[in-house]
């Protein structure tokens, strides 16, 4: 999934400052899940304006909405009965999320309230750790199952470099060194060999180096 | 301020310290009527949200008050409850807000004392305090159109 993190109160504080009447929009996927901008956070989130703006003796209007999906039109549609009630829309769903709302109501200003860090999975409640970069061309079966472009600090494709120490990785003793962890895996099914294959250089044109990325399937467009 | 009187909202497990504010009524051990009690079945249904709602509707403080470390009765609804008050110390803290508003107290059902005593030790540092941020702008806004 796509995790997130909430910007800090003071940077939101200042997008909405000028607004008066703010929707502000949750979305029950990814930032759900790890808990970023789901109908709880976005609750939470609407109590620390209130809080701070009360504060300075203040009171905006916030109605707090979440939808299922963010980043799909029909699900942004939702918005169009609040729209027009809102100075300002901030958002708590992921990158994808505010520019689909941003591109539907072109009118009103959009914020974002999280930080989209990347696409990870969760280690155990309350820790999620990057597992894909999206390179568009999966390695991951001649790997054991585990990714070096995303897990390897350098992104080496053949073995690891002289940084690796007991099965961590220089750059920090709490990162593991992904090439380790592929030996150890490779070894545990017996697929030693696939080591020794070495992979050509990758071509990175899939993985965003040829411009923004697009899916299209025809059967199921219409 | 000298004769503010804040409101507190006191999150009450219902296996300790709920049972612990019974045992202080039967002792005719008297708290601060200031406290105002929710018995919850459990801290570890206190969420975050529900203490942020709880200031922003104008409490001047907010506890929440779960079993000792260890003996939580659903095995650890109070540690889960610790690390959301923690969460909400650091909003307020963002906000500019006193921590201190907020806290997290552990007990067993037989501190009947104890959760007397907690209660009016809680109470004191909320008067220390003053009133909450959203009150004492009110209270600002009325004295400047009285003077006026």
């Known amino acids: 999934m796509i995790t997130a993190e909430q910007k800090p109160l003071s940077e939101i504080i200042e997008y909405i400052s000028p607004y008066d009447r703010i929707l502000l929009v949750g979305c029950n996927e990814c930032v759900t899940v790890c808990a970023a901008g789901g109908r709880k956070e976005v609750g939470l989130l609407s109590s620390a304006l209130n809080l701070h703006f009360l504060k300075q003796g203040r009171t905006i209007d916030i109605k707090e909405m979440t939808l299922e999906r963010q980043c799909d039109p029909e699900y942004v549609e939702e918005l169009v009965s609040e729209i027009d009630r809102a100075d300002a829309i901030l958002s708590m769903a992921c990158g994808c999320g505010v520019q689909t709302i941003a591109e539907r109501y072109k009118e009103k200003p959009v914020f974002p309230a999280v930080n989209t860090k990347f696409m990870g999975a969760s280690e155990s409640q309350g820790i999620w750790a990057e ?92 | 301020m000298e004769n503010f009187e804040p409101e507190i909202v006191a999150f009450c497990c219902h296996y300790c310290a709920y049972t612990a504010a019974d045992m202080a009524g039967s002792k005719r051990i008297s708290y601060p009527p200031n406290v105002k009690i929710i018995r919850v079945p459990c801290t570890g249904k206190v969420d975050a949200i529900h203490i942020m709602k709880a200031l ?41 807000w006193e921590t201190d508003r907020v806290a997290m107290i552990n007990m067993s059902a037989g501190m009947g004392e104890f959760f007397a005593r907690t209660a009016l030790e809680f109470t004191q540092k909320i008067k220390l305090l003053g009133p909450s941020p959203i009150k004492r702008i009110n209270i600002d806004k009325n004295q400047k159109a009285v003077s006026e």
């Open chain 1, 131 to 222: 597992r894909c970069r999206g390179c568009g061309d999966c390695l991951l079966g001649i790997t054991g199952g585990i990714c070096p472009v995303a897990r390897c600090s350098k992104q080496l494709l053949n073995g690891p470099c002289g940084g690796t120490s007991n099965g961590m990785c220089e750059i920090s003793p709490d990162v593991e060194c992904a090439w380790c962890l592929i030996w150890e895996r490779l070894k545990a099914l017996g697929m030693e060999k696939r080591y020794e294959e070495i992979m050509e250089a990758k071509d990175w044109r899939p993985a965003g180096g040829g411009g923004p990325r697009k899916i299209i399937r025809e059967d199921l467009s219409l």
């Open chain 2, 56 to 96: 922003e509707k104008g409490a001047d403080g907010v506890y929440v008050a779960g079993c000792l470390e260890g003996d939580c009765h659903f095995k650890n609804g109070n540690t889960r409850a610790r690390y959301r008050v923690e969460h909400v110390q650091k909003y307020l803290e963002e906000l500019g």
